[in-house]
C-alpha cells in the first residue's frame, strides 16, 4: 500500500531536510514540470487526476486553477492554507512538521501553473514548530534555487513567505484568510467574485489546502492513472485520516481514500476505550453531522460520507463515547464556533451566543422544551446561504444531528433538571 | 429593460440594480439594514432575505439575499413567501437578543429604522431569555451620542465614515458578538462628517448631540425645507422647530447637490437661532422702541432715509429676497454689497468666468462623478466641506471602472469592488498654500505661495493651448508639476478644476478657468467649481451693487446720512480702522439682523431680522442654483424676515414700486420681473395659491402631539395656529398628507417609514432624485458661444524677502463661519488664533512653536502665537480666517515683521 504523502516522513517526527527530499526525488516533479509542461498542461494534468481540495470542500484542484485568467498583467498569488484549526483535525501539521519541501515543491508547481510569483503560506499561530520548519525549509529552497529569480534556470519566478495568523478559526474560510492576509479584520467575502479572479489584494489568487498542494508533485511525477488507482472509491488518491476521542490509539494515517469507518477505528485507532462503548462520530471533523454505528461501514469519501448524512470534511474524526454527555459535547463546539464567529452577519453573530447558551443551560438543568425547539429553530435558520459563510452552517450540523441520533439524552436533561452524565 | 417577477406579478426593473434597489424602487416594502443607496450592499445583515425560483415550476426555492442578487431577466422571486418571512423575522429576533429595548427613552425613538424594520417583519415576542451583552459607551465629542448597547451591528457607521468619507478614527473593534464601532479610546470624533453617523445608523447608537441638549421626538416638531446657511454650495436640509427654538437639522436629499449627507458645520451651526444674542425686539437707540406694534420703530427709520444721502449694504448670508428690497429701497446707485474687497473680487470673477466660459459650473454631484481633479489654491475641506466629499468620491470614478470592467461586478457591490481596487484613487491632484486634508488621496499635492499656484495652473493651460503663453522663469519641478497634471488631464473625460476664494486670489481663478476652457476646446467635458465664501455670495454679486469700499469713501466724502446695513458686521467685511471710520462718518445706521455683534453696537435702529428658520426667501449657491429655503416656525417676537421689515419701512415711505408688495410671492415675482437674471426663481417652488386636494402642506406631522397644552400654563384656550400667507405651506397638523412637491417637503414620512429612510418611498428610483425632480433651478449656465479670451497675465513668482512675510488666508470649517460659531459644540472645535510659519522662518525671526509673534497690518497689531507648519512655503504665513475676536487681515498680502 503506497503512502505518497507520509512515506518519507521520518518516524522520530523530525522534518525531512532539503538534501533528504532530493535524495528522495525531492524536487524532481519541479525539474520535470519547468522542462517539460506548459502551465495549462500542469493544470490538465491535475484536472485528469481528479485531486479533490482536502481542506473539507472536496473541490476539484485543477478546475479551481483554471479559473484564473491567464492573459493579465499584474501579480497573482498562490496560497498555501495550512491554517488548521477545525477542532479534531491535525492532518497537516504532520505534512508541515514532517515534509515541508513536499508541500513547497507542490506550491512552486501550483503558482507556475496560474503563473504566480508570490506565494504565502498562512500558518495556524499555535503551530511554533511548523513556522521554524517552514522558515528553515523555504530558506533552503531559496538557497538551492528552487525559489526567487530564474528558478531552475527557467524562465520563471516566485518568492515565497511564511505567515503565522493570530488563532482565528475564521482565517481557514478562503477569503476571510485574504483579509487577514491583507492586514483586515477576517471576515469572509461574498463569492462572486472568486479568489481565483480577485483575491489577495484583489488580485487573481488561489487558496490550497496543505495536504492538496503536497499532492502535486505526486500527481506531477506519477500521473492521473497512478494518483485514481491509490484510491478505493472514484475520489482517487491516499488521505490522511485521523482519529481522536476516547480509543486506545487516537493519531493519523495515510490510507486509501474509501476506507470505512470500521477500519479506522477498529484496526487503526485500536478501538474504544476499555469499558467504553461507541456511541457516534463527527467523521471530518467538529463541523461535520454526527454518524453512528449505523454507519460503520460507509467508506471515508467525499461522495460516501455525503450519502450518510455527513460530510468528510477534513476526514478527521471525533469519537464520542457512552459516558461523555452528547449535549455538554456539543455545548463545547457550539462555544467554540460562537467565539470563532467573526462577528460580520446577524445570524452567526447573534445565533450561535444563543445556541451556546441554551445548551450552557440544558448541561445546568435549566433547559425547557421550549429551548429544544429554538435549537431545532436554528438548525433550520442557520443554513448554507442564510449566513454569509460556512462557519454558521458547519456549527449547525453537530447539534442537528446530536438532536436527531441523542434526542433522548436532551430530553433527559429537561426532565432530570440535570446531566445525567458525571463530570469531571 | 428585464422583467422580474415578484409574487407572480411580472415588474419591469432597471438593468444593474439588485433585487433590494429593484424592490425598494418600485414601492414594495422589503426590510434592510445594511444596505444604503450611497454605500452599496455588502450582505451583512441578511435581513433582506427573499425567496428566489428557478423556474415557474420550482415550489421549494431557495433563500438568498436581495441586496446581494443582481437583477436578471425573467428572475422569480417571492418577498411574501412563508420561509422568507420567517427568516426575517428571526433576523430582528437575533438583533433583539441584546438590544436594550429602551425605545422610550431612546433619542432615536419614533425616527427608527430598526423600530420600522421590527414592526414590518412582525416580530413581536421575546423568545431569547438568557442576559444581554453590555458596552461601555464612549465620549466622542460635542457632535454625537454614543450608546453602543444599541447596535445591531450592520456595519454602516464604519462604511460610511472609514470607506465613504476617509475618517480614520472609527472602527470596528473585537468579534463574534463583541464587535464593538467606535474610536481606539474616548475622544472628539475628526472627521468633518462625523454628524451623518446619526442619520446613516438605523437605530440610537450615534444620536445627535446638540439635539439631546433639547430634545423633541420627531413627531412632535414643526419642520420645514430648507437650505443651508454655512457655506456657499447650499446643501438641502430640514429644520425641525418646538416651543420656539430650533431642534435639530437633518439631511434633505437632493440628488443634486448634498445627495444624502451634510458636513458637521451644516448640521450643528443652527444654534445661532436659539442663541441668547438673539435681537429680538425693534431697539432704537440701544433701548427697546417705545410701542410693540412696530408702527413707531418704522417711523424712526423713515425720518432718518434722507433722499440721496440714504445707502443701503446688503449681504451674502441675507436672501436674494432681502438684498433685492434692500436695493429697490435705497436705490440701484446707493447699493453698497457687504462684503469684503477680496470677497468681492473673487466672487465677481468667478460669476464672469462662469458666465463668459462654456464650461459649466459642477454641481455636487457632478464633482462626485469627475474622473480628475485639480484643486488651485483650494483648501477644500474647510472653504466647502461636502465639496470635499464629491472629491473623495470622484477619485474613485477611475479605478472603480476598471475595476467593474475586469471583474464584473455592479456598482453596488461594494465589498467587492472596494477588495478589487484596494487603495488605487483616480488622478487628483492638489496646489494649494499647506498641507490639506485631502492631499492624503490626491496623486500630487504641492505647497506654494498663491502666486506660484496660479503660474502653475497658466503653465498646464498653455501646455493644454499653446496660444496661452508659456510661463517663463518656472522651476524644473514647477514644468514636471504642470506637464504631469496637464498630460492626465488631456486624458480625461470629464475633468473638474476647483479653485476658489480660499486661495485669497484671481490670477488663480483665472489660470483655472484658462485651464478649463484649454480643455473645452479640445473637445474634454471640463468642469468648473468655484467656492464661494457664504449662502449668498453668488446671489448677491448676481444682483450687483457698489463696492464696500466706496460706502465708507462716501461716508468719508459726508455722501451718506444714513446707512441701512443688512444681516451683517462690517467688522468682517472691513478692517477695524475702515469700518470705525464708517461708522464716525455716518449719522444714522439701521441694522437688520439676528445677533447682537460688533456692527449692532453702532446702530441708531435695530430690527430684529429673522433666521432661515423664521424667513422665506431664495439663496444661490457657488454654482448658481437658486433654491427656496421655508420659514419654519412663526416667532413670538417681533422677529420677522428682512426683507419684510424694509417692504413695511417702503409703505411708510410711500416708496413707489415697494408698497404694492406684500407677500414672498410679490417679492420673488417683482425680482424676476426687475432682473433678468433671476427670471428663474419664481418656478423653484409652487407659489402661495397652490393647493393638493385643496388643501396646503402642513409642517407638522399627523402625529403632533400636546398641541392643546403647549400653552395651557398660560392660557387654556388652545391659541389659532398661525396663518402662512406667503407659501403653500401650513403651520399645522392638517393639511394634506400625500407627497408634496420635491422643493417643499417638511419632513420625510411615509406609512410603517418613520426615520430618514422614508426618503426612499419620495425617490423616483433608491437613490436616484425625488418624484419630482431634484429641488432648485440652476441660474447659470454656460455660453454656448465659446469663451472670452484666455487669460495671459501670468503673476510674478513668489519668492521670500527679507524681513517680510506673505500672509496667507486659513479657513476652518469650525470658526471661519459666522453664525455657526454659536453653537456650543462647533465653538468647542475652533482653534485658537494663530500664525503659521515655516520652521525656517520662525528661526528667521528668532522664535518657535507657541511664542508670540508681532506684525502690523494696517496700521492694525496682531500678536498671534506662531505654530510651526513645514508645508508651507518658506516666507509665506498662515493666519485664521474670521474667528471672533479677530480682527480682519487682507490676506494675501505682504507684512513686515
Known amino acids: 500500500m503506497e503512502r505518497p504523502l507520509t512515506q518519507h516522513i521520518p518516524l522520530s517526527g523530525a522534518a525531512l531536510q532539503l538534501k533528504e527530499y532530493e535524495a528522495v526525488g525531492g524536487y524532481s516533479a519541479l525539474r520535470k514540470v519547468l522542462q517539460e509542461l506548459t502551465p495549462k498542461e500542469v493544470t490538465e494534468k491535475v484536472k485528469d487526476a481528479n485531486l479533490k481540495g482536502r481542506g473539507g470542500a472536496g473541490f476539484s484542484t485543477g478546475m479551481k486553477w483554471s479559473f484564473v485568467p491567464m492573459n493579465v498583467t499584474g501579480p497573482k498569488y498562490l496560497i498555501a492554507n495550512a491554517d488548521e484549526m477545525e477542532p479534531g483535525t491535525f492532518k497537516d501539521r504532520w505534512l508541515l512538521e514532517g515534509n515541508p519541501h513536499q508541500l513547497l515543491e507542490g506550491m512552486i508547481i501550483a503558482a507556475y501553473a496560474i503563473q504566480a510569483t508570490q506565494a504565502f503560506v498562512f500558518m495556524r499561530w499555535a503551530y511554533k514548530e511548523a513556522a521554524q520548519i517552514m522558515t528553515r525549509a523555504i530558506a533552503d529552497a531559496y538557497a538551492a534555487g528552487y525559489l526567487g529569480k530564474n528558478i531552475l534556470g527557467k524562465d520563471f519566478q516566485l518568492d515565497m513567505q511564511l ?5 482565528r478559526y475564521m482565517c481557514g474560510e478562503e477569503t476571510a484568510l485574504l483579509n487577514s492576509l491583507e492586514g483586515k479584520r477576517a471576515t469572509p467575502r461574498a463569492k462572486p467574485p472568486f479568489p481565483q479572479v480577485s483575491g489577495l489584494f484583489g488580485k487573481p489568487t488561489i487558496v490550497n489546502n ?9 500527481i506531477m511525477n506519477k500521473g492521473g492513472d497512478w494518483f485514481k488507482s491509490l484510491s478505493y472509491t472514484a475520489d482517487g488518491g491516499t488521505k490522511i485520516y485521523g482519529v481522536s476521542g476516547k480509543v486506545n490509539k487516537p493519531g493519523a494515517w495515510e490510507l486509501p481514500m474509501g476506507v470505512t469507518m470500521r477500519e479506522l477505528l477498529e484496526e487503526h485507532a485500536g478501538g474504544m476505550k476499555a469499558g467504553l462503548r461507541f456511541r457516534g462520530v463527527l467523521p471530518g471533523g467538529a463541523s461535520t453531522d454526527f454518524l453512528t454505528d449505523a454507519h460503520l461501514d460507509v467508506k471515508m469519501d467525499f461522495v460516501g460520507v455525503a450519502a450518510a448524512g455527513s460530510r468528510l470534511g477534513t476526514g478527521t474524526m471525533v469519537v464520542l463515547d457512552d459516558q461523555t454527555c452528547p449535549v455538554g459535547f456539543v455545548h463545547n463546539l457550539e462555544h467554540f464556533f460562537a467565539q470563532e464567529s467573526c462577528g460580520f452577519c446577524t445570524p452567526c453573530r447573534e445565533g450561535l451566543p444563543w445556541t451556546e447558551k441554551i445548551l450552557l443551560a440544558l448541561e445546568q438543568g435549566k433547559g425547557t422544551y421550549a429551548d429544544l425547539e429554538q435549537l431545532e429553530i436554528h438548525t433550520q435558520l442557520l443554513g448554507p446561504g442564510n449566513t454569509f459563510c460556512a462557519l454558521a452552517p458547519g456549527a449547525m450540523e453537530p447539534l442537528q444531528s446530536a438532536l436527531k441520533y441523542f434526542r433522548e439524552d436532551f430530553e433527559q436533561h429537561i426532565k432530570d433538571k440535570k446531566c445525567p452524565y458525571a463530570h469531571h | 429593460m428585464p422583467i422580474i417577477n415578484i409574487d ?31 454605500l452599496g450592499a455588502v450582505g451583512a445583515c441578511r435581513q433582506c432575505a427573499v425567496k428566489v425560483f428557478k423556474d415557474a415550476d420550482d415550489t421549494k426555492g431557495r433563500i438568498i439575499m436581495s441586496c446581494m442578487e443582481p437583477v436578471k431577466d425573467q428572475l422569480r422571486m417571492s418577498i411574501d413567501d412563508k420561509d422568507a418571512r420567517n427568516f426575517r423575522e428571526h433576523v430582528i429576533g437575533w438583533l433583539m437578543t441584546n438590544h436594550p429595548h429602551d425605545c422610550a427613552v431612546c433619542d432615536e425613538g419614533g425616527a427608527c429604522h430598526l423600530q420600522d424594520m421590527t414592526v414590518m417583519t412582525g416580530h413581536s415576542y421575546r423568545d431569547y431569555h ?14 454625537l451620542n454614543h450608546e453602543m448597547n444599541r447596535c445591531i451591528q450592520c456595519y454602516r457607521c464604519v462604511r460610511f465614515y472609514k470607506d465613504f468619507a476617509g475618517g480614520k478614527d472609527l472602527d470596528v473593534f473585537a468579534a463574534h458578538n463583541h464587535v464593538y464601532f467606535g474610536r481606539q479610546q474616548d475622544g472628539i470624533l475628526e472627521s468633518e462628517f462625523s454628524g451623518n453617523l446619526a442619520e ?67 448640521r450643528y451651526g443652527y444654534e445661532f437661532v436659539n442663541s441668547d444674542q438673539r435681537i429680538k425686539t425693534p431697539m432704537v437707540h440701544h433701548g427697546p422702541a417705545e410701542q410693540s406694534n412696530g408702527i413707531p420703530v418704522l417711523e424712526h427709520v423713515h425720518h432718518r432715509m434722507v433722499p440721496g444721502k440714504t445707502i443701503g449694504i446688503g449681504s451674502p448670508r441675507a436672501s436674494l429676497e432681502s438684498n433685492a428690497v434692500l436695493k429697490e429701497l435705497v436705490g440701484a446707485d446707493n447699493f453698497y454689497l457687504g462684503v469684503s474687497a477680496a470677497d468681492h473680487d473673487l466672487v465677481s470673477l468667478s460669476l464672469r468666468l462662469l458666465r463668459q466660459g462654456p464650461v459649466r459650473a459642477a454641481s455636487l454631484q457632478d464633482a462626485a462623478a469627475a474622473d480628475v481633479v485639480l484643486i488651485l489654491g483650494e483648501d477644500v475641506t474647510n472653504t466647502a466641506p461636502m465639496l470635499a466629499l464629491s472629491v473623495r468620491q470622484a477619485v474613485r470614478r477611475i479605478p472603480v471602472a476598471a475595476a467593474q470592467q475586469q471583474v464584473h461586478l455592479a456598482a453596488w457591490q461594494d465589498a467587492a469592488i472596494r477588495e478589487a481596487v484596494q487603495e488605487d484613487k483616480g488622478p487628483l491632484f492638489i496646489l494649494s498654500m499647506q498641507e490639506t486634508k485631502l492631499d492624503e488621496i490626491a496623486q500630487g499635492a504641492w505647497h506654494t505661495a498663491p502666486d506660484n499656484i496660479a503660474r502653475i495652473g497658466y503653465a498646464v493651460s498653455h501646455l493644454l493651448n499653446d496660444t496661452i503663453p508659456e510661463v517663463t522663469g518656472m522651476s524644473e519641478q514647477g514644468r514636471d508639476i504642470a506637464a504631469t497634471i496637464a498630460k492626465t488631464l488631456k486624458s480625461a473625460a470629464h475633468p473638474l478644476i476647483i479653485a476658489g476664494y480660499g486661495g485669497g486670489s484671481e490670477a488663480i481663478l483665472k489660470s483655472a478657468a484658462n485651464v478649463a476652457w484649454a480643455l473645452h476646446d479640445l473637445g474634454i467635458d471640463a468642469m468648473l467649481s468655484f467656492t464661494v465664501p457664504e449662502c449668498n455670495s453668488m446671489g448677491l454679486e448676481m444682483l450687483d451693487g457698489h463696492r ?20 451683517n458686521d462690517l467688522y468682517r467685511r472691513l478692517n477695524q480702522h475702515s469700518a470705525d471710520l464708517f461708522f464716525n462718518n455716518i449719522k444714522s445706521v439701521i441694522l437688520l439682523d439676528h445677533l447682537y455683534n460688533t456692527t449692532a453696537e453702532k446702530a441708531t435702529v435695530i430690527l430684529p431680522a429673522g433666521t432661515f428658520a423664521e424667513s422665506d426667501g431664495t439663496l444661490v449657491n457657488n454654482e448658481g442654483r437658486a433654491q427656496r429655503f421655508f420659514q419654519v416656525f412663526t416667532p413670538t417676537t417681533a422677529v420677522q424676515e428682512s426683507w419684510r421689515w424694509l417692504l413695511q419701512v417702503a409703505a411708510v415711505s410711500g416708496h413707489a414700486v415697494l408698497s404694492s408688495l406684500q407677500h414672498l410671492d410679490d417679492v420673488v415675482k417683482f425680482i424676476a420681473a426687475t432682473y433678468p437674471q433671476f ?38 384656550s388652545e391659541p389659532k395656529p398661525a396663518e402662512d400667507e406667503d407659501t403653500a405651506l401650513s403651520f399645522t397638523m392638517e393639511g394634506y398628507r400625500g407627497e408634496p412637491p420635491s422643493s417643499m417637503i417638511p419632513f420625510f414620512w411615509q406609512p410603517g417609514w418613520n426615520s430618514v429612510q422614508a426618503v426612499n418611498k419620495y425617490q423616483v428610483e433608491t437613490g436616484g432624485p425625488l418624484h419630482d425632480g431634484n429641488a432648485g433651478k440652476r441660474l447659470i449656465e454656460p455660453n454656448v458661444n465659446g469663451h472670452t479670451p484666455f487669460y495671459t497675465e501670468v503673476p510674478e513668482p513668489y519668492l521670500p524677502l527679507k524681513e517680510h512675510l506673505l500672509l496667507v ?89
Not at chain 2, 548 to 567: F, P, Q, Y
Not at chain 2, 888 to 894: D, F, G, K, N, V
Open chain 1, 210 to 218: 496543505v495536504e492538496t498542494l503536497s499532492y502535486i508533485p505526486h
Open chain 2, 130 to 143: 438568557f442576559t444581554k451583552r453590555t458596552y461601555n459607551n464612549q465620549y466622542l465629542g460635542p457632535f
Open chain 2, 548 to 567: 464696500l469700499e466706496s460706502a465708507v469713501e462716501r461716508a468719508l466724502n459726508n455722501g451718506a446720512d444714513t446707512a441701512i446695513v443688512l444681516e
Open chain 1, 163 to 167: 505567515h503565522t495568523g493570530v488563532g
Open chain 2, 8 to 38: 407572480n406579478k411580472n415588474y419591469e426593473v432597471k438593468e444593474g440594480k439588485n433585487l433590494l434597489e429593484a424592490c425598494l424602487s418600485l414601492g414594495l416594502n422589503l426590510p434592510y439594514f445594511c444596505w444604503h443607496p450611497a
Open chain 2, 809 to 897: 488666508p486659513c479657513y476652518h470649517i469650525f470658526g471661519s463661519e459666522e453664525l455657526s460659531i454659536h453653537t456650543p459644540g462647533i465653538a468647542a472645535r475652533m482653534p485658537a488664533p494663530y500664525l503659521l510659519l515655516h520652521s525656517e522662518d520662525a528661526k528667521r525671526f528668532q522664535v518657535t512653536e507657541g511664542h508670540l509673534l508681532h506684525f502690523m497690518d494696517n496700521g492694525h497689531h496682531y500678536t498671534l502665537p506662531v505654530i510651526i507648519n513645514d508645508t508651507l512655503q518658506q516666507g509665506v504665513a498662515g493666519i485664521p480666517v474670521g474667528l471672533p475676536g479677530m480682527q480682519i487681515a487682507e490676506a494675501p498680502q505682504l507684512i513686515k515683521v
Open chain 2, 679 to 716: 427670471d428663474g426663481i419664481t418656478t423653484l417652488t409652487p407659489d402661495a395659491h397652490f393647493r393638493l386636494a385643496g388643501q396646503k402642506v402642513p409642517r407638522e406631522p399627523h402625529r403632533y402631539s400636546g398641541r392643546t397644552a403647549m400653552l395651557a400654563n398660560e392660557n387654556v
Open chain 2, 200 to 266: 446613516i445608523c438605523p437605530t440610537g447608537v450615534f444620536t445627535d448631540k446638540t439635539l439631546k441638549q433639547h430634545y423633541t421626538r420627531k413627531w412632535d416638531l414643526t419642520s420645514a425645507a430648507s437650505v443651508c446657511q454655512g457655506c456657499g454650495l447650499g446643501c438641502n436640509i430640514l429644520a425641525g422647530e418646538r416651543y420656539g427654538a430650533v431642534r435639530q437639522i437633518t439631511n434633505r436629499f437632493n440628488a443634486a447637490v448634498n445627495g444624502y449627507f451634510l458636513c458637521d458645520r451644516g
